[in-house]
């Protein structure tokens, strides 16, 4: 993503949930994005087998009537 698709990401996603997306609050979450993709794209990288580390299953509690 571009910076300019990054901060656009995050206008559209705040104005779907409801959240306050004032240009400076929209700034600091597209940073923190953009950091956590950089991140994501390193793990991606690494070759490690699908074994590894099981994932949980989840099961969510019966909603008791």
């Known amino acids: ?3 300019e698709q990054t901060i656009q990401f995050v206008q559209t996603s705040a ?6 997306a004032d240009e400076a ?6 940073a923190h ?17 699908v074994d590894l580390e099981i994932a ?3 099961c969510p ?3 008791e009537s």
């Open 25 to 30: 609050r929209v700034a600091r979450v597209a």
């Open 33 to 49: 994005f953009k950091r956590t993709e950089a991140m994501a794209q390193l793990l991606d990288q690494v070759d490690c087998p």
């Open 1 to 3: 993503m571009t910076d």
């Open 15 to 20: 104005l779907a949930l409801g959240l306050p």
């Open 56 to 58: 949980e299953i989840y």
């Open 61 to 63: 509690k019966p909603i």
